[in-house]
Each structure stands twice: as structure tokens, then as C-alpha cells.
């Protein structure tokens, strides 16, 4: 079943979800505004038993059982008034990368605290079961032209860790894996750049109240063995609504695997949660052209949403940039999957040299275990430009988690391109719009939907492939044709329609199929109101 919601409110008022970015080549940092966190110290410098799971998720239980305590900003006023550009003259001192001289496979760096990033978080090493902290030290990080007193740091800490792996060259460690601002994270496959980020957990996204945004407050990162081929990462999570312990494994690799274990303990009732959250950029692209002329044909980090239900469909949702926030909701149960892709590979389409929006990974949800009956909700924000983070999914469970109780889950999430996620018949390749007709325009729409797939190249050329289609009250279907596409190897669906009140949204569907035989996913658009 499926939900739309549209909603007329300033979104970067009201949701502090639309998170703000900057790019640098490929490397880049964000933050989430109006987030607190309460500080939790670490367990000490050894422990009596080896370091697991349990301890951090004891720690998250008994913290659920106290009232949430904010942590006031600790950044000295030089820090704080940091603009982005000089924010990022501040750069971890190479000798200072953690592991590099044990010659390990893999190295942490550190992020210093400034900016937007005005909260320290604390980070551990796990070596033989030992906590060892790891210490916050000016001398540690280069200010480059900044004016800045180092004596004015030594009380602060790290604002946040990433990971480096040789994963495109034994002779290089790349930037594989980066924790940084509120609960988010990001990681690539090979031969890839940032692009779309993951965050612990998303509490009342899109709702009136506003969002809140729980924060990782504790990081232990256990010390790996030589020729490691995994890293494991503890995280302990805290909020007002919330606290929570989190388990991470990651194997880089082209596609980058993160195990990711939780367990969360509610301080009292939210009005939504959100499990495995993504939030992504969708500004323009081949459905929605820019508004003004463009010598970049598209500006996104993801293309659609993608779901495999538990009865075995899968469904493709083209993303848009709206001008009224929009919430649509899949609802179902035991999901197979979820994830927000970037489809479109070829470079021609985006002609971004600089930001390479052709190189930014997909990721892919893929639960462990029963989640039972829930949703997964796309929440879409109006964005005038790409530096805002506008697209949200998640998961929401039907039975809200009690209070102080356990409430665990468990998935697998994959960075790098989305051939491994992909139905066995075929899938959307594009979708293009344009006006009905080549005269005078009637107020119709043309739909050219492009599928490919395995299920559609061992066909004849005249196969008799047909395409299913239809559309909600709004609007009316005025011609669907398809025809084989000589080029991929594929078909296209043509689809001409008409909305019936522009003031409203219409949800249009459409799918391939021979005889009783369904060829493809099921595309599934929202067409927002004008």
C-alpha cells in the first residue's frame, strides 16, 4: 500500500532534517543543526573482561533510565565563528594518523572540532579487550592561515573519526569510511567518492514538531590484526527520546559492507522512528530539468528509491525536487531491501567534473531477521540548490519500542554501485518527461520510461511486450506504447497522461509484461502538484 503526504511549510525552518554540505572533490563534510549531546565518559583504560557489545549496550540502558542532560557548546569564540573555507584549513598532521606506524591495514584520522561541529565525542581504542582513550591534542592538527590560540584548545576533543583502507591501490590508504556531525556516516566502494549518508537513527523526520537528531557521543574502534580485512566499531548513541548501542563491521571492498548491529532504549514516546535512515541530494535531473539553462544536465547523488518488498516485488521510485515538502510511505512487511541509488553511470549525464556525481555510491538496506509490519517513508524537501541534503528514507516499525525496554535490530548496508541490488527480470534505467504533444501544448504529459534487464534481451526484437499502467483519482492515462529499444537492447514505455487538478499530486504506476509474465520492477512516480 501506498501513502502520499504533501505538506505546505518551510522545510529548513521546521525540519532540521534538510542537512547542509560542502564539497571538496570528492571529500566532503556535513552537519545536522540544532543537535545537543550529553557527554559520556569512556570505560577507563582497561577493563576486567574483553570489551563486547554488552558493555556499550549496558551503558546505553542505564543512561535510558536518567533524564537526558544537554551538553552546552565547549568552542572558544574563534571556533565557533569559523566559516567552512577556514574550517577546512584545519587538518590532521599526517604523523598523527592513528595505526600508520603499526603498519596495520587500517589507519583512523581525526576531525577537530570547530565550525558547526561544536560538541566533542569521545574515542577509544579496543586492543586485547583493553579500553585505551585516545587523546585530543592541538599539537595534533595543522590551522594553516587561521588566527587561532592553540592554548584555547586544550580542553576541547575530537569532533568525529574516518577510516582509511588501500582500497584502490595496495600503495595508497583511501578515505573509506567517515563519523562525523550528530549520528551520520558515509563510506565508498572502490572507485568511488562521498555522496549519500547513513545516520544511526532519525526521530520524527518530517513532522511539525520538528526533528530531533540523536547523537554518537563514545566511539570504541577495536585495534585490527595485520592483514585484517575488517574493522569492527563500537558506538554508543544518546538523546532526549533515546540512547542506544551500535555495532559496525566494516569490509571495504567495490561494494563496501557495513554490518551493522543495534540496540536502542527509548527514554519515553517519539511519534515516529525511523531505522536505517539515508538522506541523500536530488536537485535536477532527466524527469525534472533545471530551472535555468545548465551546462550540468543533471545535479543529484541519487536517482531513486529502491525496494524489495517480502513478497518478492520490487519497486523503483524516480526522486523529484518539490516545491511543497512531499512524504510518501511503502507499507509492508519482513522487507528484503531498501536503498537510495544513483542509476545513471554515464558522466555525459552530469558533465561534473569536479564533484563527479557519476562516481557517488548507492546504498543498500538489506535487514537481518524479521522486522515485521512497518513502512519504508521517503521523505522529499524542496532545495534550492545542491548544497542541501532534501531526500530521507527509513524504515518505521509498526509497534513503536516501549520505554526503557531492548528494541533490537539488525541489517546489512552496502556502499558502491547498485548492480548488486537489482531485480532478476529488469529495471528503469531512465525516466524522462516532457509536454504531451510537439504542437501545441494540451496539458497532457509524455512519460519515456527505459527499461533493461536480462529478462528483456533474450527477447525478440518483436516480442509482444506490453506495458501495465495506471494512475490515481488525479489523473487519467491517455496513451501507453512500447517498443524495443535497438540501442540497450531494452524496451521503452511511452506513457501519455493528463492530472486533473494541478493543485494536486498524481501517483502513477507502470510496469513491463508478456502475456502472464511480469518482465520488470514496478515504477512507481509521484508527479508533484505545480
Keep these: 500500500m501506498l501513502m502520499t503526504l504533501l505538506l505546505a511549510m518551510n522545510p529548513f525552518r521546521r525540519i532540521p532534517g534538510a542537512v547542509k554540505r560542502a564539497h571538496d572533490r570528492g571529500r566532503l563534510v556535513f552537519f545536522a543543526a540544532g543537535a545537543v549531546l550529553a557527554l559520556a565518559g569512556g570505560f577507563g583504560q582497561s577493563s576486567a573482561h574483553a570489551f563486547s557489545f554488552s558493555d556499550v549496550a549496558w551503558r546505553a540502558q542505564k543512561m535510558a533510565a536518567t533524564p537526558y542532560k544537554a551538553q552546552p557548546s565547549n568552542l572558544p569564540k574563534a571556533l565557533r565563528d569559523l566559516s567552512y573555507q577556514q574550517y577546512r584549513e584545519i587538518r590532521l598532521k599526517p604523523q598523527y594518523t592513528y595505526w600508520r606506524g603499526a603498519k596495520l591495514p587500517f589507519e583512523l584520522g581525526f ?47 575530537f569532533a568525529g573519526f574516518r577510516v582509511h583502507y588501500a582500497l584502490n591501490t595496495p600503495k595508497y590508504k583511501d578515505e573509506v569510511l567517515v563519523f562525523l556531525g550528530a549520528s551520520y556516516f558515509r563510506a565508498v566502494g572502490k572507485g568511488q ?23 554518537f557521543v563514545d566511539f570504541w574502534i577495536v585495534r585490527p590484526a595485520p592483514g585484517a580485512k575488517e574493522l569492527t566499531i563500537y558506538a554508543l548513541l544518546d538523546s532526549p527520546s533515546v540512547t542506544g548501542a551500535y555495532r ?51 545535479v543529484h547523488d541519487s536517482d531513486g528509491l529502491s525496494i524489495h518488498s517480502g513478497t518478492g516485488e520490487w519497486i523503483w521510485r524516480p526522486l523529484v525536487n518539490p516545491k511543497r515538502l512531499l512524504v510518501s510511505s511503502y507499507a509492508l512487511t519482513n522487507p528484503a531491501g531498501f536503498g537510495l541509488m544513483q542509476r ?19 546504498a543498500w538496506v538489506e535487514p537481518r531477521g524479521k522486522w515485521g509490519a512497518g513502512r519504508v517513508e521517503l521523505v522529499q524537501i524542496p532545495t534550492p540548490d545542491e548544497t542541501n541534503d532534501n531526500i530521507v528514507a527509513y524504515w518505521v516499525p509498526d509497534r513503536s519500542p516501549h520505554p526503557k525496554q531492548p528494541y533490537d535490530f539488525e541489517y546489512r548496508l552496502l556502499w558502491g554501485k547498485d548492480d548488486a541490488e537489482r531485480p532478476q527480470t529488469s529495471w528503469v534505467m531512465q525516466t524522462r518527461r516532457a509536454q504531451g504533444t510537439q504542437g501545441k501544448p494540451d496539458g497532457s504529459i509524455l512519460f519515456a520510461l527505459d527499461f533493461e534487464g536480462p529478462a528483456l534481451k533474450k527477447l525478440p526484437a518483436d516480442a509482444k511486450v ?65
Design 111 to 157: 576531525f577537530h572540532e570547530g565550525s558547526y561541529y561544536d560538541h566533542p565525542v569521545h574515542i577509544n581504542e579496543v586492543d586485547d579487550g583493553r579500553v585505551l582513550p585516545i587523546r585530543f591534542n592541538p599539537d595534533m592538527f595543522d590551522y594553516g592561515p587561521n588566527k587561532l590560540d592553540p592554548k584555547q584548545m586544550s580542553k576541547l576533543g
Design 193 to 215: 567518492v562521498y555522496g549519500l549518508s547513513s545516520r544511526g537513527l532519525a526521530i520524527d523526520t518530517a513532522l511539525s514538531s520538528g526533528e530531533e537528531f540523536p547523537r
Design 248 to 298: 559496525f563491521i566494516l569490509r571495504p571492498g567495490t561494494h563496501t559492507e557495513m554490518d551493522v548491529k543495534a540496540r536502542i532504549f527509548m527514554r519515553g514516546n517519539v511519534s515516529k522512528l525511523g531505522i536505517a535512515p539515508l538522506t541523500s541530494m536530488y536537485l535536477y535531473g532527466e524527469n525534472q530539468p533545471a530551472a535555468v539553462p545548465s551546462i550540468r544536465p543533471e
Design 344 to 362: 545513471d553511470r554515464h558522466f555525459s549525464s552530469y558533465e561534473d567534473l569536479d564533484n563527479r556525481y557519476d562516481l557517488r555510491p548507492s
Design 466 to 530: 506490453e506495458g501495465s499502467v495506471s494512475a490515481d483519482g488525479n489523473g487519467k492515462i491517455l496513451e501507453a506504447s512500447t517498443q524495443h529499444n535497438d540501442v540497450t537492447g531494452g524496451w521503452r514505455l511511452l506513457l501519455r497522461m493528463r492530472r486533473l487538478d494541478n493543485e494536486k499530486p498524481v501517483e502513477l504506476r507502470a510496469y513491463l509484461h508478456s502475456a502472464n509474465t511480469t518482465l520488470s520492477e514496478t515504477w512507481s512516480y509521484l508527479l508533484p502538484p505545480e
